[in-house]
């Protein structure tokens, strides 16, 4: 089981601070930490809307604009892991955060949900993926979301899955516990053949990780900061080190149990197999201390029943936090659409979601039939398509 420390940009771009948070993370159990490589416009487009903060209402691409830092920032943090013996993952958002990234020697490099489906991203992390491990996040998707994002990554080869580990979860902040339904991630490992783990945005320290690796989860990302008060975009529904050092615990005591049985099994059978699933007395008595813990009900609500959905509460979520084709120039009819003048952007909070990312190829060079602007959504409406 590796547990990763989600930091993305709680550092806030202080360096110091950074470093005092992968020192927290190694202190708290965890085995990596993981950043987030943001530039704003490959995100989003500065016309999304607003997002709340406590001092107020804030331009959400702005937001990202003042998370930005210069390469040497990251490279300094992956150096600093290192030390420290701690593995160093982050998160691109488009082919230059992904072309950066990549000259640091990431241990992992991490698609988020949102990038699920941003196909140039995609490609590009195909060329790589036989030189570093990733991890594929698939909260606001579908079966098929997942299918044609792993097709991109391998082209089918069953030796470049290994390359893969898959987290199931959920893109709402925090997700309320008994929406998790943590026994797809023992499904999600069949259907694909990856190994499979959780990302965790619920606010309990030990439900969901421990179900997690009842259900045969390899890896539990979850957030950590310093503060909850602190004014990190996820500083609210992320774990101090304190609750942080408690999910590790619990993790670690689960995954020690369940090896403890496999070993009573083991010395029972006249083949000396280990069963690569969870002994049935383990899971049992997990699942009783889980029960007099949080009651039955929830814990059974968590469990779920390993059927892949959108969770109630990130179902509105799915075409405005996953990738689309958007204008980022004013156009006049008749032009044509080339490079440059649309991105592949998350929709987020006000604007119209655009074609599907897979259109990209498709549009560039074709002509418009009417006039543009920036930051509209890109329509099949908008070409002449019978040339």
């Known amino acids: 089981m590796t547990v990763i420390a989600e930091i993305g940009t709680s550092h806030s771009g202080d360096i110091i601070k950074a470093k005092e948070l992968i020192d927290a993370s190694k202190e708290a159990g965890s085995d990596a930490v993981k950043f987030q490589w943001v530039y704003a ?54 082919l230059r955060s992904l072309s950066e990234l990549y ?9 988020a949900s949102p990038e699920l489906n941003h196909v140039p991203l995609l490609k590009k992390s195909a060329d790589l993926i036989k030189s570093v491990p990733f991890i594929v996040s698939s909260g606001v998707s579908t079966l098929s979301d997942i299918e044609c994002a792993l097709k991109i990554l391998t082209g089918g080869d069953e030796e470049l899955k290994k390359r893969i580990t898959l987290l199931h979860c959920s893109t709402f902040y925090p997700t309320p516990e008994e929406e998790y339904n943590v026994n797809l991630v023992r499904n999600l490992s069949s259907v694909f053949g990856v190994d499979c783990g959780i990302s965790d945005h619920s606010l309990d320290p030990v439900l969901v ?54 070993k009573e099994e083991n010395a029972r059978s006249n083949f000396n197999l280990v069963s690569s699933g969870v002994p049935q007395a383990a899971f049992n008595e997990v699942l009783k201390q889980l029960y007099d813990e949080y009651g039955k009900e929830k814990v059974n609500a968590c469990l779920g029943d390993g059927v892949k959905r959108f969770s109630k509460s990130e179902r509105e979520n799915y075409g405005r936090t996953n990738r689309s084709l958007r204008y980022v120039k004013n156009l006049k009819k008749g032009s044509c659409v080339e490079e440059g003048s649309i991105a592949v952007l998350r929709t987020e ?24 602007k920036d930051g509209e959504a890109v329509k099949l409406s908008d070409f002449t398509v019978s040339e």
């Open 41 to 94: 416009d490959e995100i989003l487009h500065p016309a999304t809307g607003f997002v709340e903060l406590p001092g107020g209402k804030v331009p959400l691409y702005e937001r990202f604009r003042s998370l930005e830092v210069k390469p040497e920032f990251f490279s300094e943090c992956a150096e600093y892991a290192r030390k420290k013996n701690i593995l160093f993952v982050c998160s691109p958002f488009g």
């Open 103 to 111: 000259e640091i020697k990431p241990d992992f490099i991490k698609i």
């Open 209 to 262: 990780p421990v179900l997690s690796v009842m259900a045969g989860g390899t890896m539990i990302e979850k957030h950590i900061t310093l503060s909850n008060e602190t004014d990190g975009l996820d500083d609210p529904v992320a774990l101090t080190p304190e609750k942080f050092c408690v999910m590790t615990r619990a993790v670690h005591q689960t995954v020690t149990l369940i090896e403890r049985y496999r």
């Open 349 to 372: 909070k006000v604007l119209e979601p655009g074609l599907h990312p897979s259109y990209l190829d498709f549009v560039l060079g074709k002509k418009l039939t009417k006039d543009v």
